[in-house]
C-alpha cells in the first residue's frame, strides 16, 4: 500500500488500527459491523461499486469492541470479494482462542490465499511478552523483505518462554480455564450493568473475549460520560475512539478483563447513576 491508498475498515472498529492506518497516510472507508455475525459483507460489496481498496482489516471473531463472530459463509464472500476486486484481507484475530463455548473458529485463510492471518498471545496470556505471528499467505516474499528492514530482530526469550508453555500443554490448559473466567466475568458484568443502567440501555452478549459494547440512546455523550467516570475513578472507552470519522459517541466499551467483585459491581452501580445526565 502506498500513501492516499483506501482502506475499508470495520465500523465500529478497533482503535489501535485505526491509529495505525492514519498513521500510514492511508485513508479509510468504514463498513458496518452487524452485532451477531461481524463485518457486514453485503456492505463491503456495495462500497467496490464505488471504490476501489487496497485492503480490508477484519476482526472475525469476537471482535473488539462488538464481540461479534463471522459465519462460515460470510467468510467465504468476502474471500471471494477479495478474489473479485484484488484486495488483501488483514485478520486480526488475537481474540481467536477466547471462545466462551471453547470451540476455536477457523481462519478466513482457510478460503483464500489473499488473507493476512495475525495472531498473537497479547489477549491470551500477557501484552508484555510482545509474541505475535502470521500467516502471510500469497505476501510471504514481501512480508519477509519489510520485516528485515523494519524489525529484523525477534523477542527471542519471549518467543522460548511461549514455546516452553506450547510444548508441556500449559497453553491449552490455560485456555480451557481463562475461557471460563472470562465468560463468567462478562455475563456477570453484562447483568450489572442491566440492572444498574436506565432501560434504554442496549449491552451485546460476546460469544468470546473479555469487552461489553453499550449502546445509549441517540445524542448520548460518551466522551463527557468517559470524564465524568474518571474523576470517581472508573475507566471506559468512548464509543468515538471505534469511529474513523468520529461517530458513535452514543456507544460506550467496558473492559471485562479483570475478576469481577464488589469494586467492579459498586463501579458499574456509579455509572449507572451518571449516565442519564448525559442524555438529552
Known amino acids: 500500500a502506498k500513501t492516499g491508498d483506501l482502506v475499508a475498515v470495520e465500523s465500529p472498529s478497533y482503535f489501535g488500527t485505526l491509529n495505525l492506518i492514519r498513521n500510514l497516510g492511508l485513508r479509510v472507508i468504514e463498513i458496518p459491523v452487524d452485532p451477531r455475525t461481524g463485518l457486514v459483507v453485503a456492505a463491503l460489496a456495495t462500497a467496490l461499486r464505488k471504490h476501489s481498496i487496497v485492503a480490508c482489516v477484519v476482526q472475525p471473531h469476537f471482535q473488539n469492541p462488538i464481540g461479534s463472530v463471522m459465519p462460515e459463509s460470510n467468510k467465504k464472500a468476502l474471500a471471494a470479494l477479495a478474489e473479485k476486486h484484488d484486495f488483501t484481507i488483514i485478520e ?16 478466513i485463510a482457510a478460503h483464500s490465499d489473499r488473507v493476512i492471518h495475525c495472531g498473537s498471545v497479547s489477549k491470551t496470556i500477557a501484552p508484555g511478552l510482545r509474541v505475535g505471528w502470521l500467516v502471510p499467505g500469497a505476501h510471504l516474499e514481501e512480508i519477509r523483505r519489510l520485516k528485515s528492514i523494519q524489525c ?33 466475568q462478562c455475563a456477570q458484568t453484562r447483568e450489572a450493568v442491566l440492572r444498574h443502567f436506565p432501560d434504554y440501555a442496549r449491552v451485546n452478549r460476546p460469544a468470546g473475549g473479555f469487552v461489553l459494547w453499550v449502546e445509549m440512546p441517540a445524542g448520548f455523550d460518551s466522551q463527557a ?35 469481577f467483585g464488589e469494586r467492579t459491581l459498586e463501579a458499574i452501580s456509579t455509572l449507572g447513576k451518571l449516565a442519564p445526565h448525559f442524555v438529552p
Open 152 to 184: 529484523p530482530w525477534n523477542g527471542t526469550l519471549s518467543e522460548l518462554v511461549i514455546a516452553g508453555l506450547l510444548d508441556a500443554g500449559g497453553y491449552d490448559r490455560h485456555l480451557r480455564r481463562i475461557r471460563g473466567l472470562y465468560a463468567g
Open 92 to 107: 486480526d484475530d488475537v481474540y481467536g482462542d477466547l471462545s466462551h463455548d471453547g470451540v476455536r473458529p477457523p481462519s
Open 225 to 259: 460520560f468517559t470524564q465524568a467516570a474518571l474523576k470517581k475513578g472508573i475507566s471506559l472507552s468512548p464509543g468515538t475512539i471505534f469511529s474513523a470519522s468520529g461517530g458513535l459517541n452514543h456507544c460506550f466499551r467496558l473492559s471485562c478483563g479483570f475478576a
